[in-house]
């Protein structure tokens, strides 16, 4: 009989933000985990309203804007927007991170609209 393996902080947050970001549903936003763009990994994308989660290690002050800087821009090319999260502050505290993204949401909603 084969063990599962313990999920780790990384895998832990990752879950549990899927989780989450699938009860969307209701509200009528389809998210994808592990979504792929060209050659590049996303990790949460919801291609109607074009909203990229990514989810970034370190700690922050950081310079998140130089990440990714060729992946950043191909997804700006094709109107996607990225709204980027420090990893271990959304493990902390998750309800604030999904209220982000719910503004995120919100925001390109609206703009859509318009």
Known sequence: M???RALGPRNT???H???R???MRGQGWHFRKGGSFKTFRLDFVEHELKL???LVDGEPGLDKAAL???RDRLLAEQGYVILRLWRAEAA???SSALH???EGLAALSNADSQ
């Open 92 to 94: 902390r505290d998750l």
């Open 100 to 102: 982000k993204i719910r």
């Open 2 to 4: 084969q063990r599962k």
């Open 21 to 23: 970001l699938r009860e």
């Open 68 to 70: 990714h800087p060729v």
């Open 13 to 15: 947050l990752d879950a």
């Open 17 to 19: 933000l899927w989780a």
């Open 52 to 54: 990229v989660i990514d």
